[in-house]
């Protein structure tokens, strides 16, 4: 009998890659990816244009160390720009997670960074959605069902400044990803915590955290006044 839950782990290994349980993460790693990983979760789950969190897990799968998978709720055939500024700051939000909440940059985030910035570099240089270039193509792209090779098709003085817009856009997301990280830091610690217990959560299990209140912590360094007095 096949059910659902081989469907389940048969489409996770396609998409995020086959499990290596056998690799053992030293603690402070473990609790850095799930700080990395709740950092793409929420920044995706807080902002309006992005697809569902279906799945976030810290069990090391194919290159990965973890895996934060997002599925659409419908067909797709294109992006607008709103989809793509909003992916690029889920894309970096793992690595804003790790150097803010763990206080330490790590190679993990490589892939984030290059999907981030090749996103970035066609908005502008490909797709007309920039205000300074309007809808001119400043690169083509060939063979694009072999891998696509890209070639700028700009003088040299362009490219310096088609370079310093794309900087521009990627610093504009990785600072509204940072907002949105530090206005919900409760959540984050929330699902890095669960993460670093449980290793994976569903979108089910994802939502419920979400949707419960945060505990208030009162200030327990308050200094009373009678104290306040003796000093």
């Known amino acids: 009998v096949v059910s659902m839950v081989e469907f389940e782990k048969a489409k996770d290994k396609i998409m995020m890659g086959a499990e290596r349980r056998s690799v053992v993460m030293p603690l402070e790693e473990r609790k850095n990816t799930a700080y990395h990983e709740a950092g793409h979760a929420l920044v995706a789950k807080l902002q309006t244009r992005t697809d569902p969190v279906h799945k976030v897990t810290i069990i090391p799968r194919g290159r990965a160390l973890g895996v934060t998978m997002q599925l659409p709720t419908e067909d797709r055939f294109s992006m607008n720009r709103d989809q793509l500024l909003q992916n690029i700051a889920v894309l970096l939000a793992g690595r804003i997670a790790e150097e803010v909440f763990m206080g330490q940059m790590t190679t993990g985030a490589s892939n984030d960074i290059e999907q981030a910035t090749k996103i ?4 502008i240089s490909r797709y007309g959605m920039s205000d300074d270039f309007d809808m001119v193509a400043m690169e083509s792209v060939s063979n694009q069902y072999l891998g696509g090779d890209s070639s700028l098709t700009c003088s040299f003085e362009t490219q310096t ?14 600072e509204k990803a940072l ?11 929330e699902l890095a ?38 000093i």
Do not use: C, W
């Open 193 to 230: 915590k669960y993460l670093y217990e449980h290793e994976t959560i569903t979108g089910e299990e994802f939502m419920k955290i979400l949707e419960t209140p945060t505990p208030v912590v009162e200030d327990t360094l308050k200094t009373s006044e009678e104290e306040t007095d003796k």
């Open 179 to 189: 907002k949105i990280l530090q206005d919900n830091i409760g959540k984050l610690h």
């Open 120 to 123: 970035a570099r066609a908005m």
């Open 161 to 174: 400044m088609l370079d310093k817009k794309v900087v521009e856009l990627v610093r504009k997301q990785h």
